[in-house]
Structures are given as structure tokens and as C-alpha cells.
């Protein structure tokens, strides 16, 4: 079955400190990547994208993420961690379907990422 | 470009009641999900629209559950006969025009 895995549930940093979050995924072919922030009480917003190309894909607020083909994962990260980007962040992805066209989602189980001062 | 729009925000119940929550999705997007967001969780697909056609339903959907698009544009999503396990963030997005997912505010349902 088609999955997405975040191992961490919850991460802690320091204001400043360098950030990664993990991500998973099992799918029969590569899929479309996607990370997503979520603010309590809100909608989720688009991070970054990966579907094909440059492994690298860099995205809004600082943040990057780095596919990796071997290891089935697109981690994301960011060099300096505001206390802004408190939040909780989802690891999605989608069949690759060719093109760019955006179908359904699976998400991870996301991980809360607090900032201390 | 005003965003998804999702009404109401909050909606507390009685089990057993019936429920309906609306979706506006951005207005040039054709198609339209809905997922459900249990606390710890991450968003579950339940029903997806192209236009006003029902395209694909999840197995989370109960018969309990009902989704409509009349004329393609907002949508609702009804629970029948509430049940305390239906508790949950229900998220709506849309997208289309090669514009990825845009996601609403969601409504939060507790079912007392």
C-alpha cells in the first residue's frame, strides 16, 4: 500500500539552530512530494514541491528539502529556525501521474516542531 | 485570489444529529477534496471532484457521509446521524489550472 512516514513526532530546536525533518515514503514508483506547514487552528500551507529533476527543491520561508531517490526519502530543512516557524509539518505525496497535474494526497502523520527562544 | 473558503469554523453537535458544512473553493480551480484531520493525524482523503462529477470516494466515507458540487463550485458535506467518532477537523481544497492544492481553514466538528 501506498504510504508516508514522518519518524519524529515531536522535534525541539533552538532559535537559530539548523532543522531537518524526516520523511518516508513506499510507493511502487516515485511519486510526487509535497511538504506542507500547519498553524493550530488553521488550513495547511505548500512548503515545496518535488516531481521530477534538480533533487534539491527549495521553497518559501527558507525552508529546502533533498530527494533521495535510495533512501525513500525527502527531508526537509532549513539552516536557521525562527521562532515564526513553530508549527506542524506534513510530508505528502501523490502518484506520479506525468505532467504537473495535482490529484490526491497522502499525508504523513506530521511532526510538531516547537522553537525555543 | 480569495483563498478556500470553509464555513462554519466550529460546529459542536449532538450525536445523532445531522451536520453540513460548506466548502468555496478559489473560483477558476475544477477540482475539489475533502479530508478529515483527527487530532495526531494527518489529513485522510475522503472525496474528490472534478467540476460537479463525484470522481472518487474513500472507504472513510460512510454511508453516513453525503458530498455534492451542484454546478461545480462550493460544496457541502453532510454527516448523517452524528457519532462521537466523527469528531475531526474536515479540511477542503481545491485546485486546477496546474495550481497545486489550496487548503481552507477547515471546520472543526465535536460531537457531544
Known amino acids: 500500500a501506498q504510504s508516508v512516514t514522518q519518524p519524529d513526532i515531536h522535534i525541539t530546536v533552538s532559535e537559530g539552530a539548523s532543522l531537518e525533518l524526516r520523511c518516508n515514503y513506499s510507493?511502487?514508483?516515485?511519486?510526487?512530494l509535497f511538504w506542507y506547514v500547519q498553524s493550530p487552528g488553521q488550513g495547511l500551507q505548500l512548503l515545496l514541491k518535488?516531481?521530477?529533476?534538480?533533487?534539491l527543491v527549495q521553497g518559501i520561508k527558507g525552508f529546502e528539502a533533498e530527494f533521495k531517490r535510495s533512501q525513500s526519502s525527502f527531508n526537509l530543512r532549513k539552516p536557521s529556525v525562527h521562532w515564526s516557524d513553530a508549527a506542524e509539518y506534513f510530508c505528502?505525496?501523490?502518484?506520479?501521474?506525468?505532467?504537473?497535474?495535482?490529484?490526491?494526497?497522502?499525508f504523513g502523520q506530521g511532526t510538531i516542531l516547537t522553537v525555543h527562544p | 485570489d480569495t483563498g478556500v473558503s470553509q464555513n462554519p469554523r466550529h460546529k459542536i453537535t449532538k450525536r445523532g444529529q445531522n451536520v453540513t458544512f460548506r466548502c468555496d473553493p478559489i473560483?477558476?480551480?475544477?477540482?475539489l477534496y475533502w479530508y478529515r484531520q483527527t487530532l495526531g493525524q494527518g489529513p485522510e482523503f475522503l472525496t474528490y471532484?472534478?467540476?460537479?462529477?463525484?470522481?472518487?470516494k474513500s472507504r472513510l466515507l460512510s454511508d453516513r457521509f453525503s458530498a455534492e458540487r451542484p454546478k461545480g463550485s462550493f460544496s457541502t458535506l453532510e454527516i448523517q446521524r452524528t457519532e462521537q467518532g466523527d469528531s475531526a477537523m474536515y479540511l477542503c481544497?481545491?485546485?486546477?489550472?496546474?495550481?497545486?492544492?489550496?487548503f481552507g481553514n477547515g471546520t472543526r466538528l465535536t460531537v457531544t
Open positions: 481544497a481545491s485546485s486546477g489550472g496546474g495550481s497545486p492544492l489550496h
Open positions: 510507493y511502487g514508483a516515485t511519486p510526487y
Open positions: 505528502a505525496a501523490q502518484p506520479n501521474a506525468g505532467g504537473t497535474s495535482y490529484g490526491k494526497l497522502t
Open positions: 518535488y516531481f521530477s529533476g534538480d533533487t
Open positions: 473560483s477558476e480551480h475544477n477540482r
Open positions: 471532484f472534478q467540476n460537479e462529477a463525484q470522481l472518487e
